[in-house]
């Protein structure tokens, strides 16, 4: 992730760790050098999930554009450099060439490529594809996403929400969220 961004002219880094933090700490400083690079700590990774980490993030990012990865995701930098220069503040990448089941966050759009819907429960049928993990989050919508997930973590029942749970809500608020689709691309 980091070679791809850093192809992609992004060199400034927040990383949010949890699972063998000193390790991967480590590894980036070590490998890494010159870079900068946040290390915000999620003690409680056991029992959080993408929101969580997301929300422990908002003092580093501050208000600031940024791009979201989830830390599984593997993905051919083309992806990242059309995500970079498209010209829409808020935008999900989505593969439409995946079988839609439980285990995937879906998105539903209308016909301007505008998010509808997002998440897990989304019914397959409807959906376009794939949220695959990677977003770009615009300055003035960082605040709003930042105070959302805090609002949504007040509630221990949240804890486990991914970080689309809080796009979902949002988009119900009329922040707008559009998709790339970046179908036959790995």
Known sequence: MIRNCLSCGISQFVLVLGHRADEIKQFIDKTFRGIR????INERYRDTNTG????????????????????????DVKILCQLVDIDQPNVLCIDRDIALEDEEVKVITDDDMQVLEVGKDVDPKLALGESIGIEKISAKTGPLLFAELAKMMENYANLQDYCEAAYARLAGQGVVFRVLDITGLN
């Open 37 to 40: 690079v946040t290390y915000v």
């Open 52 to 75: 969580y980490s997301l929300m422990l993030a908002a003092p580093a990012i501050g208000a600031a554009e940024f791009i979201k990865f989830d830390a599984d995701v593997v993905f």
